[in-house]
């Protein structure tokens, strides 16, 4: 059997780092299982539904390192389930309803009364044919629930009867289905729920393992009871814990919050999203993985917690500080050159100033000072203005070395007498404009000594 995994969003809007979470934790099983992973968008809402937000979805997950195996669009696929809801009627488990939203939630309220769960009393099994016929002529069309088996032999008597699975995050999982209403499958308008289209296209896409937020646990009972109404087996679940954030704060791709187009244009890396989304709320310490194969050697389904993976997005900015802080120059260069940072230098700077960045683009920021000088002359004292001075006239004549820094500033020191913060802090200043940066030992093959001089104040 070929494990194989489904990331299925509704493109309704641009996914977030939580719905990223899902994504990548069913990525990330198919790697460590040799299997595929199938892009589906749930895309049945067509009033909703967008191919803009179907190809920026694809984007956003390509550049996470995510590439699908498959890609399935419910919309082209409604032959399909057709032929699933006439085996269900063929059964008789799928029945007409009439009840408007109205009437449901005052038979709910009467049910609270009653000290009855306030589920769906199956009212639509006893109508009489004359009275659909009257529902009909007043124009009502009705909505399809599925029928749950949890009775003997009479639907109106339900009894306890419980759904069971090994969950790959949550250990051993019950159900009880008397204690649910019969969902609805197809509305009044003939569109279909969230329900019927995901089995239908699991069964379908011979999907082997499903992989989601634990916001759909309650589904899960349901789910299997009509996998096997449809006479399949089930696939094996797994329900991770969602994440949110450390306010409690929940992710919505209707508001944007976190989305992952933000976070790509804000500069963050691709793996410091990912790591984030991915250790957050695990054993694991959340560290920032280089690649995804060294993210999937860390990744264990089931050492996920069961409680809420709750961060602090400014946590992203130290991942991305690591991150670029252990990026080799081979991984940075053609993005560099992008910036325009080319050229025997570009690799010596890289090494010399990633440790000082938040995002690879600030490396533009640094190779104008290294190729032009401060953006702003530095505002000196008058005896710092003369030690600098000084300092620039005991710079050593070229070729320079790895030792040149350490000889010059010890000559300096030794001349002026200076040391420390004193020593240090105008020649930094005089050297980038800035107070603080890369070593300058680092950076003084850079500049050279016309570059160094031209900085003269």
Same mark, same amino acid.
């Given at each position: 059997?070929?494990?194989?995994?489904?990331?299925?969003?509704?493109?309704?809007?641009?996914?977030?780092?939580?719905?990223?979470?899902? @994504?990548?934790?069913?990525?990330?099983?198919?790697?460590?299982?040799?299997?595929?992973?199938?892009?589906?968008?749930?895309?049945?809402?067509?009033?909703? *539904?967008?191919?803009?937000?179907?190809?920026?979805?694809? &984007?956003?997950?390509?550049?996470?390192?995510?590439?699908?195996?498959?890609?399935?669009?419910?919309?082209?696929?409604?032959?399909?389930?057709?032929?699933?809801?006439?085996?269900?009627?063929? @059964?008789?488990?799928?029945?007409?309803?009439?009840?408007?939203?109205?009437?449901?939630?005052?038979?709910?309220?009467?049910?609270?009364? !009653?000290?009855?769960?306030?589920?769906? =009393?199956?009212?639509?099994?006893?109508?009489?044919?004359?009275?659909?016929?009257?529902?009909? *002529?007043?124009?009502?069309?009705?909505?399809?629930?599925?029928?749950?088996?949890?009775?003997?032999?009479?639907?109106?008597?339900?009894? +306890?009867?419980?759904?069971?699975?090994?969950?790959?995050? +949550? =250990?051993?999982?019950?159900?009880?289905?008397?204690?649910?209403?019969?969902?609805?499958?197809?509305?009044?308008? #003939?569109? &279909?729920?969230?329900?019927?289209?995901?089995?239908?296209?699991?069964?379908?896409?011979?999907?082997?393992?499903?992989?989601?937020?634990?916001?759909?646990?309650?589904?899960?009972?349901?789910?299997?009871?009509?996998?096997?109404?449809?006479?399949?087996?089930?696939?094996?679940?797994?329900?991770?814990?969602?994440?949110?954030?450390?306010?409690?704060?929940?992710?919505?791709?209707?508001? =944007?919050?976190?989305?992952?187009?933000?976070?790509?244009?804000? #500069?963050?890396?691709?793996?410091?999203?990912?790591?984030?989304?991915?250790?957050?709320?695990?054993?694991?310490?959340?560290?920032?993985?280089?690649?995804?194969?060294?993210?999937?050697? %860390?990744?264990?389904?089931?050492?996920?917690?069961?409680?809420? /993976?709750?961060?602090?997005?400014?946590?992203?900015? /130290?991942?991305? %500080?690591?991150?670029?802080?252990?990026?080799?120059?081979? $991984?940075?260069?053609?993005?560099?050159?992008?910036? =325009?940072?080319?050229?025997?230098?570009? $690799?010596?700077?890289?090494?010399?100033?990633?440790?000082?960045?938040?995002?690879?683009?600030?490396?533009?920021?640094?190779? +104008?000072?290294?190729?032009?000088?401060?953006?702003?002359?530095?505002?000196?004292?008058?005896?710092?203005?003369?030690?600098?001075?000084?300092?620039?006239?005991?710079?050593?004549?070229?070729?320079?070395?790895?030792?040149?820094?350490?000889?010059?500033?010890?000559?300096?020191?030794?001349?002026? !007498?200076?040391?420390?913060?004193?020593?240090?802090?105008?020649? %930094?200043?005089?050297?980038?404009?800035?107070?603080?940066?890369?070593?300058?030992?680092?950076?003084?093959?850079?500049?050279?000594?016309?570059?160094?001089?031209?900085?003269?104040?």
């Amino acid at each position: 059997m070929t494990v194989t995994v489904r990331f299925a969003p509704s493109p309704t809007g641009h996914i977030h780092i939580g719905n990223a979470r899902t @994504a990548l934790f069913n990525w990330l099983f198919a790697m460590k299982n040799g299997g595929n992973f199938v892009q589906r968008f749930d895309d049945t809402d067509v009033a909703r *539904s967008r191919q803009e937000y179907a190809d920026a979805i694809l &984007y956003d997950l390509h550049w996470l390192g995510i590439f699908q195996d498959a890609t399935e669009y419910q919309s082209r696929r409604f032959e399909i389930y057709e032929g699933a809801v006439d085996r269900l009627k063929r @059964a008789g488990v799928l029945y007409a309803c009439y009840e408007t939203p109205e009437e449901l939630d005052l038979r709910r309220k009467i049910r609270r009364t !009653r000290g009855l769960p306030p589920v769906y =009393g199956r009212e639509a099994l006893q109508l009489t044919h004359a009275q659909i016929a009257e529902y009909e *002529s007043d124009g009502r069309r009705p909505h399809w629930r599925f029928l749950l088996p949890n009775f003997r032999n009479d639907p109106m008597e339900p009894e +306890r009867t419980e759904v069971e699975w090994n969950d790959l995050v +949550r =250990g051993e999982e019950t159900i009880d289905l008397a204690s649910l209403s019969d969902p609805i499958l197809i509305r009044e308008d #003939g569109t &279909y729920l969230y329900t019927l289209p995901s089995v239908v296209d699991d069964i379908d896409l011979d999907i082997t393992h499903v992989i989601r937020g634990d916001d759909h646990v309650t589904n899960t009972g349901v789910q299997i009871a009509l996998f096997k109404a449809l006479g399949a087996e089930p696939p094996t679940f797994g329900h991770h814990n969602l994440l949110t954030t450390s306010t409690g704060e929940a992710l919505s791709k209707r508001t =944007g919050a976190l989305s992952i187009a933000g976070l790509r244009e804000a #500069g963050m890396e691709p793996m410091t999203v990912a790591s984030l989304a991915v250790l957050t709320g695990t054993s694991e310490n959340v560290v920032a993985a280089p690649s995804m194969s060294d993210l999937a050697q %860390r990744f264990e389904l089931g050492a996920t917690s069961k409680s809420a /993976a709750k961060f602090d997005p400014e946590d992203l900015n /130290a991942l991305n %500080r690591d991150l670029l802080r252990q990026m080799p120059f081979d $991984e940075a260069r053609d993005r560099l050159a992008a910036f =325009g940072i080319m050229g025997d230098h570009a $690799e010596p700077f890289w090494l010399a100033v990633r440790g000082n960045l938040d995002k690879l683009s600030d490396a533009t920021n640094w190779w +104008r000072i290294v190729q032009r000088g401060p953006d702003v002359p530095p505002d000196f004292s008058e005896n710092d203005r003369e030690f600098v001075q000084k300092a620039f006239d005991l710079l050593p004549q070229e070729p320079w070395d790895g030792d040149t820094w350490k000889s010059w500033i010890d000559t300096v020191k030794e001349e002026t !007498r200076r040391k420390g913060k004193m020593l240090y802090a105008p020649l %930094r200043l005089a050297l980038t404009g800035l107070d603080s940066g890369p070593e300058l030992a680092d950076l003084l093959p850079l500049l050279g000594r016309a570059g160094i001089q031209a900085r003269r104040p």
